[in-house]
């Protein structure tokens, strides 16, 4: 194996460290050899982000023989701690805001739905204490997370029940009245002060690290090593750390990826360098080493989940694909992480209120208490099924069912025509091609923020919009497609980077968006029409060099789209003929219509 000389340095190193690997660098593979660099009797820990790279870490490591290697998640490793042994009952999900109250005996005082909101409310700030170094819940500030005027109102007149009703809560679980949450368990583990006898302690994903977890991890004496990316920190809405700022180990990095070429490398700098725009750049390089290869996979990624079904339907209902696969449990899409159901709210909406399965939506008489509700709360979640049913109504149930019938299974993702998905749960993984939506910050709308006096800027969220937006373009491998509105300001063009026009800045597809709008009324005004940023530069003058894999996703782009063979001949600089025949070979007019 040819290593580079960063990954060299840090195989070599001594002591504790911490390395800012960019998307794509092999960071799992410089982990590894790190490991089988030191003697077999050293004893190492290796924490991984979650189950899923927790399995194939361990596939890694036993695959170079590294059997002195133990890999955990935080939570695997708290639980047999904690619970294993132990006469407490895990709860799988966590507790829902009715339950809160029903347990906590909170009642009604005359404001609408207060028992709920204020239940609300301490469900979010146990999850503050349990995700928090802090050893007190007194220690903490709940206010400082409520950013809405409604709830911090509504917040600081309660404050005092609030924060007294959370220790019950917590009091409650503690003792084992009450099932534990994950959240509980990784929290009383770090309260236990726990000594892990290893030699080497390995931080992956360091970036959007456990604040709880961390605290364990520098009260350990083993030499410690973090690993991950500052710019793809897209959890603090969970509470996550960004380990990296908060440790003073010897910094080192690794800037070459091997997934994409310096093309998109490129692209994610410039993005990158909005964070000037908000206070917050950094000297950041990316070396794009990886090659175009054969488009296998594609996928669209969203920054929400209202963005990327906006994006399904299109693709289920005007262009007619046939399989598609979402990341994830595709009904998790439909759901809250309380259990409210896309379903539910469209129940409410209709109001069908006998319908209604869950406790707290069937309490509310309409769809303005339940955005009331939201509004006191902060309920992101929740917010996002409402709008939702306000852009698609009664379209719903088929809209799922339409999705669900062409939904492939876990095992066969790789036969899906088209894969959806959201940043979040795409984080960690890769695609050939991917199309992104049009939902994520602009550099336009970033300047707009900051500069409005009318407003408070939470440079936070900013940062961390800039970093969802980053981590989507760093997913692709061989193309991108990305909406004009997304490209920073003076981009130069480049091969594999192609840009897509919104539907009203392009005037030769109206009788097909008319067409499309017909069968799919509600396909969002932002919808996409895709061209090569090449249509910038001077068009192609060859009409019969060999087709190549960029130019073959390009002519599929906008023959879905509706645009017509004269125009994608005078385009890509073809043929008319040479067009359709291409068209022909590629069976476009088979899997599109």
């Not at 709920?116 to 503050?128: E, L, P, Q, T």
């Not at 209709?350 to 709360?377: A, C, F, H, V, W």
């Not at 049009?438 to 936070?460: M, Q, R, S």
């Amino acid at each position: 194996m040819n290593l580079t000389n960063e990954q060299c340095e840090i195989i070599n190193s001594t002591g504790n460290i911490k390395i800012n690997a960019v998307a794509g660098s092999g960071k799992t593979t410089t982990i590894v050899e790190y490991a089988q660099a030191r003697p077999k009797t050293n004893k190492f820990l290796y924490l991984a982000f979650n189950k899923s790279v927790k399995l194939e870490a361990k596939k890694k490591f036993a695959e170079k023989g590294l059997h002195n290697v133990a890999v955990e998640t935080a939570h695997s490793l708290a639980f047999r701690h904690i619970v294993r042994g132990a006469n407490y009952k895990v709860r799988g999900q966590g507790y829902k805001t009715h339950e809160v109250a029903e347990i906590l005996k909170i009642k009604g005082s005359g404001e609408k739905h207060i028992e709920y909101v204020i239940a609300n409310h301490i469900n979010k700030f146990v999850s503050y204490f349990c995700n928090n170094d802090k050893l007190k819940v007194q220690e903490l500030n709940y206010l400082n997370t409520v950013t809405e005027p409604k709830a911090e109102a509504l917040v600081s007149k309660y404050y005092n029940y609030i924060e007294r009703k959370t220790r019950e809560f917590l009091s409650k679980m503690d003792s084992g009245e009450i099932e534990i949450t994950h959240d509980f368990y990784l929290k009383k583990f770090q309260l236990s002060n726990p000594q892990l006898h290893y030699d080497y302690i390995l931080f992956d994903e360091g970036q959007d690290a456990s604040a709880v977890m961390l605290d364990v991890f520098f009260k350990q004496k083993a030499t410690k090593v973090i690993v991950g990316d500052t710019h793809q920190q897209i959890y603090s809405w969970r509470y996550a750390v960004n380990s990296l700022e908060k440790s003073d180990f010897k910094p080192m990095k690794l800037s070459t990826s091997f997934r994409f070429s310096q093309n998109i490398a490129d692209l994610a700098v410039n993005i990158l360098h909005w964070k000037k725009i908000i206070g917050n750049e950094s000297a950041f390089e990316i070396i794009g080493k990886g090659t175009p290869k054969t488009v296998k996979s594609k996928a669209v990624v969203a920054r929400t989940n209202l963005a990327l079904l906006s994006k399904a339907i299109d693709y289920v209902t005007g262009r007619k694909v046939k399989s598609v696969y979402f990341e994830g449990n595709i009904n998790s899409y439909f759901y809250a992480d309380e259990g409210a159901s896309l379903f539910d709210v469209l129940n409410l909406f209709n109001s069908k209120r006998k319908l209604i399965k869950d406790k707290l939506i069937k309490g509310m008489k309409n769809i303005e208490e339940l955005e009331e509700y939201i509004q006191k709360t902060e309920d992101l979640q929740l917010g996002m099924l409402v709008e939702i049913v306000k852009e698609y109504g009664n379209k719903i149930p088929q809209i799922i069912k339409e999705l669900k019938k062409k939904h492939v299974k876990d095992d066969e993702k790789e036969k899906a025509e088209i894969i959806f998905s959201t940043v979040h749960r795409c984080k960690g993984m890769e695609y050939d091609s991917i199309q992104l939506a049009n939902d994520f910050i602009t550099e336009e709308k970033l300047a707009n923020l900051v500069n409005d006096e009318n407003k408070i800027v939470d440079y936070t969220k900013l940062n961390e919009e800039i970093n969802l937006l980053y981590v989507a373009v760093t997913r692709a491998r061989s193309s991108l497609y990305i909406p004009a509105p997304l490209i920073p300001v003076d981009y130069k063009p480049s091969e594999e980077i192609h840009v897509m026009k919104t539907a009203h800045e392009n005037k030769n597809n109206n009788e097909t968006e008319q067409k499309q709008q017909s069968k799919v009324k509600h396909v969002s005004e932002d919808t996409e029409k895709a061209y090569s940023l090449e249509k910038i530069r001077a068009k192609h003058t060859e009409a019969y060099k060999p087709w190549t894999t960029l130019q073959d996703d390009e002519l599929t782009v906008m023959y879905c789209e509706g645009v017509n063979v004269k125009d994608i001949a005078k385009h890509l600089g073809r043929t008319t003929g040479a067009i359709r025949s291409r068209i022909k070979k590629l069976e476009l007019e088979e899997l599109y219509g």
